[in-house]
């Protein structure tokens, strides 16, 4: 019998090709199972020591209901569907594919921003309407090497997006408070301390945080009441850090000059949202981590986090530092050729 | 905010530096000027943090420090405190990382240059009434060079950056960095510290010393290192086994070598190294600044304050203790809270 039992949770049909290669290493059994209940959730993890995880089981019960598991690994970015605390309380690790997609998120706030500098939208419906360079599209247009663009939230994709605009010479100011000062000044960005004074100071916002109890509606009214009016807001991470219905009134008010947005506070949008009839707004369908590459990414970097954690090691991507104290010493998280 | 009270240990000043970042949140300061072990012992009863810009904290202080969340040290390296106690004993420790990332990196990058240009052979040269081209060749184009680092924190990052506006290409060797982490930086990774050693011009250290990194540069690494290259070392003298690099030296098994530090510290005067035209020296002091240093000691105030509120430090070095105590709240930046 294999030392350990990984379930991959909320799959049937998986090739686990990415999984087993990660896990080659260690002794284990690779399950895949997809409940249909909590209940039928509950009873397939009561024996694993690892839990890869698709889709929303991720409840109290279920965690609870664990009996031997390390570590929780999420094929995404986000793991505001897990509850972190009861892994916490479990002694569980919570692990998520941080980097799976940092240039694809960042490439997608780049390109919000360009997007909206340019009025490529608006323009675009102009010309196929048969209004060639229509004043109200073009102007005012103000460049960027002489804007503002203000980036809440300085984790890898943060200062992906700090780097790649870099190169069209703007004023970056960064909001981050969990992020040490020689980090802003490696970058060469300044350190905002003050959220509002990123919203009154700003071009261009950007939103890249992770959804969790301290961010949730964290922005609006307040925030959008100090924008330039010439300003754009560009939220590439979670809807529900933003308060939507105060999105839309200020967006009403002319608080702001338009939004570019990936992510709504439900998803699929409801097509009702009156966000999706404003010509200022530019909107996708929470595709900013997608790419032919991250989608390969995400089952090798959720299960080489689970290995780590079989070999006894912190994984690089722990999401839930405070279990420390709730578990045995571990070894430092090492990279393992390149992972 | 709760009443917090701190001890700062000091044989070299700061008080109005570390009282500023104390005073600015309410809380209380004790002041001990080059005090002796006992006195130490007797004043962490009764803080909730001790902040030291001088003596290193010894396994009985640790043993002593019930209400004494934790000890903030000055400067980068921590060689020399015993970690374990501080683990078995609950006690956070924190460095001043990051005061002198400016200065040291400029430290580096300003020798691989002096290296690079042979100044250290052409400064003596002119200086005695020797003018002459006939020492230039082989003189790298950096360019076409590259630069190995080992120890990719803030120091390792710097030097890099630094090195690409100079058109180096940069290969990095880091254990402990994520591969996303390295990607986002721009170095090309490297696998083994071997790897970096065979492709390096320029080989640069930038780790702490600790047992891992212990003469970690030894032998084996200079006989595959090419024979043009150059070892440049700011770290930490212990990194590299100094008999190896000067034999190494003396074979040409590489071309010559800047150093801020030494195993034995000062070094003695009639270390072979002082005497060769291809080695630039400097007497450990890379992370100098008036400004960096009056960075050090704020820091070390306000990182005190931060592990007397219940948040962790910004710079924790002892990890393992995370799991000796309960949890905290993170880190917050200075200004923040």
């Known amino acids: ?339 | 905010m709760a009443q917090i009270k701190g001890l700062f240990i000091t044989a070299s000043g700061g008080i109005s530096e570390v009282k500023e970042a104390w005073h600015s949140l309410g809380g209380e300061l004790i002041v001990l000027e080059e005090p002796d072990e006992g006195q130490i012992i007797e004043a962490v009863k009764d803080v909730d943090v001790a902040m030291s810009l001088g003596a290193a904290p010894s396994r009985a202080i640790f043993e002593a420090m019930d209400r004494c969340q934790g000890w903030v040290g000055f400067g980068h390296g921590y060689d020399g405190v015993d970690l374990d106690a501080a683990v078995e004993n609950g006690i956070i420790l924190t460095n001043t990382a990051s005061f002198g990332t400016d200065e040291v990196s400029n430290q580096a990058m300003m020798h691989l240059l002096v290296c690079a240009r042979k100044f250290v052979l052409h400064d003596k040269l002119v200086k005695s009434g020797v003018w002459t081209r006939e020492h230039l060749a082989p003189m790298g184009h950096l360019p076409h060079q590259t630069i190995g680092i080992i120890g990719t924190g803030n120091i390792g990052r710097a030097v890099g950056r630094k090195a690409k506006a100079f058109g180096l290409r940069v290969v990095a060797y880091d254990p402990y960095i994520s591969s996303w982490d390295t990607k986002e930086i721009g170095f090309e990774p490297a696998t083994s510290i071997n790897e970096v050693c065979e492709q390096a011009d320029y080989l640069t250290l930038h780790t702490m010393l600790t047992e891992e990194t212990f003469h970690m540069i030894g032998d084996q690494q200079f006989k595959i290192m090419k024979p043009t290259a150059y070892l440049i070392n700011v770290s930490r003298g212990k990194c590299v086994d100094e008999a190896a690099l000067i034999r190494a030296l003396n074979d040409g098994e590489i071309a010559g070598a800047g150093l801020d530090t030494f195993e034995q510290e000062p070094t003695p005067a009639d270390n072979p190294l002082l005497k060769m035209d291809n080695v630039s020296v400097t007497s450990h002091y890379a992370s100098y600044s008036e400004v960096a240093f009056t960075r050090r000691i704020t820091q070390l105030g306000e990182e005190g304050v931060r592990i007397a509120l219940g948040q962790w430090p910004m710079s924790l070095i002892n990890p393992a203790v995370q799991a000796t105590i309960p949890a905290r709240d993170p880190a917050r930046a200075w200004g923040t809270f």
């Open chain 1, 1 to 339: 019998m294999a030392q350990f039992k990984v379930l991959v949770l909320g799959s049937e049909d998986d090739p686990l090709e990415a999984e087993r290669a990660e896990l080659a290493d260690i002794d284990c059994e690779i399950v895949q199972a997809k409940p249909t209940s909590e209940g039928e959730a509950m009873e397939l993890v009561r024996d694993a020591d690892a839990i890869l995880m698709r889709g929303p089981w991720g409840t109290e019960q279920v965690i609870n209901a664990t009996q031997n598991c390390q570590v929780l690994s999420v094929y995404s970015h986000g793991f505001n569907h897990i509850d972190s605390e009861a892994c916490t309380e479990k002694g569980i690790i919570v692990t998520n594919g941080a980097g799976m997609c940092f240039e694809e998120v960042s490439d997608q706030a780049c390109a919000y921003i360009m997007s909206l500098y340019r009025h490529i939208v608006p323009a675009n419906i102009s010309v196929k309407a048969g209004d060639w360079r229509g004043e109200n599209v073009i102007l005012p247009m103000k460049p960027l090497d002489e804007s503002t663009i203000g980036i809440i939230g300085f984790g890898n994709i943060g200062k992906a997006i700090a780097r790649k605009m870099s190169s069209w010479r703007p004023e970056t100011l960064v909001y981050d408070p969990y992020v040490g000062p020689w980090v802003f000044k490696e970058y060469g960005v300044e350190q905002v301390f003050d959220l509002k004074d990123i919203f009154s100071r700003s071009d261009y916002v950007v939103t890249i945080l992770p959804l969790n109890n301290e961010t949730y509606h964290m922005i609006g009214k307040e925030h959008f009441d100090v924008m330039k009016s010439t300003a754009y807001f560009i939220n590439v991470c979670r809807g529900a850090i933003v308060r939507e219905t105060e999105l839309i009134d200020a967006l009403n008010a002319g608080k702001m000059r338009g939004a570019g947005l990936d992510v709504f506070e439900q998803e699929p949008v409801d097509p009702n949202n009156p966000l999706l009839k404003m010509d200022n707004v530019v909107v996708s369908p929470h595709l900013a981590g997608g790419s032919t590459r991250s989608g390969a990414l995400a089952p090798h970097r959720a299960a080489a986090q689970v290995a780590a954690v079989l070999r006894g090691q912190w994984p690089m991507a722990g999401q839930n530092p405070e279990v420390r104290a709730n578990i045995d010493l571990r070894k430092n998280a090492t990279a393992v050729a390149p992972n």
